[in-house]
């Protein structure tokens, strides 16, 4: 069943790269009793993960900040490695974006939001998705029709929709 507004995000665990090496999160721990902005897409160094989506929320991160998000997340079905990188090649870390692998996509399929494109060597990814949630119940979830497209799911979209 894929999430809808108004449900409580699953918990689970996703990686997230730190200065000492790869560290486990407690999901429900980090939406718990918070603001939080939370994005997926199918992959890290992917064409329009890469020059639309994560660039949309550096340019929307000052506008999240004013509506008193506490934290805006990018969240892929990479290993954390990949993730710490690619944060640091696109300027999502310096912007403050955290960057989170969902290495076996356990998290992404609680979602409802995963899919699989062998032809273009995708299995087991994330659609493109944004939502917004308050303690972990979504008040805003915008999920794109193709991994392709990013209007709804973009920045600029979801700061307007909060």
């Given at each position: 069943?894929?999430?809808a507004t108004g449900d409580n995000l699953p918990g689970g665990t996703?990686?997230?790269?730190?200065?000492?090496?790869?560290?486990?999160?407690?999901?429900?721990?980090?939406?718990?009793?918070?603001?939080?902005?939370?994005?997926?897409?199918?992959?890290?160094?992917?064409?329009?993960?890469?020059?639309?989506?994560?660039?949309?929320?550096?340019?929307?991160?000052?506008?999240?900040?004013?509506?008193?998000v506490d934290e805006v997340i990018c969240v892929s079905v990479n290993?954390?490695?990949?993730?710490?990188?690619?944060?640091?090649?696109?300027?999502?870390?310096?912007?403050?974006?955290?960057?989170?692998?969902?290495a076996d996509a356990g998290f992404i399929k609680a979602l409802g939001?995963?899919?699989?494109?062998?032809?273009?060597?995708?299995?087991?990814?994330?659609?493109?998705?944004?939502?917004?949630?308050?303690?972990?119940?979504?008040?805003?979830?915008?999920?794109?029709?193709?991994?392709?497209?990013?209007?709804?799911?973009?920045?600029?979209?979801?700061?307007?929709?909060?």
């Open positions: 069943m894929t999430i996703v990686l997230e790269m730190t200065a000492e090496g790869p560290a486990t999160v407690d999901l429900a721990a980090k939406f718990k009793g918070r603001k939080v902005v939370l994005f997926g897409l199918p992959g890290a160094y992917t064409g329009v993960c890469s020059t639309a989506h994560v660039p949309s929320f550096i340019r929307t991160m000052p506008q999240f900040k004013e509506k008193g290993d954390p490695f990949v993730m710490g990188a690619w944060g640091k090649d696109t300027g999502a870390n310096e912007a403050g974006i955290t960057m989170m692998g969902d939001l995963d899919f699989t494109a062998p032809p273009a060597g995708l299995i087991n990814r994330s659609k493109r998705f944004a939502l917004y949630a308050e303690d972990g119940v979504v008040k805003v979830l915008e999920v794109e029709e193709s991994p392709g497209e990013c209007t709804i799911s973009a920045g600029e979209s979801l700061v307007e929709k909060i």
